[in-house]
């Protein structure tokens, strides 16, 4: 019995319906993308954070233009 739930189980894991891993949740919430560099960023993110990459890789670009979802 138990040998049979355990192949369930793992039969469920290879065919995805398993559990999902916190590493695959992560990637599929980085959708903000720096338009300049292309460099993206957790959704979660704030704007300060985002003003600090402006300031430290695009000293001559504006937030608004690197990151055209907050226009």
Same mark, same amino acid.
């Given at each position: 019995m138990k $040998?049979? @739930?355990?192949?369930d189980r !793992? *039969?469920? %894991?290879?065919q +995805? %319906? +398993?559990g999902t891993s916190q590493l695959a949740k992560n990637k599929a $919430?980085? !959708?903000?993308v720096c338009q300049v560099c292309r460099q993206s960023f957790m =959704? @979660? *993110?704030s /704007?300060? $954070? *985002?003003? /600090?990459h402006v !300031? $430290? #890789?695009h000293p001559k670009s504006e937030l #608004? /233009? =690197?990151f055209t979802h907050l226009a």
């Open positions: $040998s049979k @739930t355990k192949r !793992n *039969l469920a %894991k290879q +995805g %319906k +398993g $919430s980085m !959708n903000i =959704c @979660t *993110l /704007e300060k $954070s *985002l003003q /600090e !300031n $430290s #890789k #608004k /233009e =690197c």
